[in-house]
C-alpha cells in the first residue's frame, strides 16, 4: 500500500508564498513522476506541475515563473515552492505519484488535498 500526504497549505495574502510538501511512504521501489494538481471550486482539476525521476519539469502556462516544483528521491517527497500568489490560485492542492511498488506492481496514487487560499 502506497500513502501519498500534502503540507503546507494555508492562508496568504495575494503576493505572498507557500510551500507545499508531498511525501509518499509504503512499499515503493520507485516513483517516476509526481504531480501536483488543484481542483478550484465549481472547476475542474487542473495540472499544475509535473517532474520526472531525473528532474524534467514541465508547468501550466498561468503557474510559469511563479511556481517550482523539485523532488529529493531519497525521501520520496516532492516540493511546490509558490511565489507571487494571486487570488485565482486559490484551490484545493492535490498531490500525484506514478509509483511502482515492492511487489513490481505499478499504480497512480493521490494524496488528500492540502487548501490554498489567496486573499485579495
Known amino acids: 500500500q502506497v500513502q501519498l500526504v500534502e503540507s503546507g497549505g494555508g492562508l496568504v495574502q495575494a503576493g505572498g508564498s507557500l510551500r507545499l510538501s508531498c511525501a509518499a511512504s509504503g512499499s515503493i521501489f520507485s516513483i517516476n513522476t509526481m504531480g501536483w494538481h488543484r481542483q478550484a471550486p465549481g472547476k475542474q482539476r487542473e495540472l499544475v506541475a509535473v517532474?520526472?525521476?531525473?528532474?524534467?519539469?514541465n508547468y501550466a502556462d498561468s503557474v510559469k515563473g511563479r511556481f517550482a516544483i523539485s523532488r529529493d528521491n531519497a525521501k520520496n517527497t516532492a516540493y511546490l515552492q509558490m511565489n507571487s500568489l494571486k487570488p485565482e490560485d486559490t484551490a484545493v492542492y492535490y498531490c500525484?505519484?506514478?509509483?511502482?511498488?515492492?511487489?513490481?506492481?505499478?499504480?497512480?496514487?493521490w494524496g488528500q488535498g492540502t487548501q490554498v487560499t489567496v486573499s485579495s
Open positions: 517532474i520526472t525521476s531525473s528532474g524534467n519539469t
Open positions: 500525484n505519484a506514478a509509483v511502482l511498488d515492492s511487489t513490481w506492481r505499478r499504480g497512480d496514487y
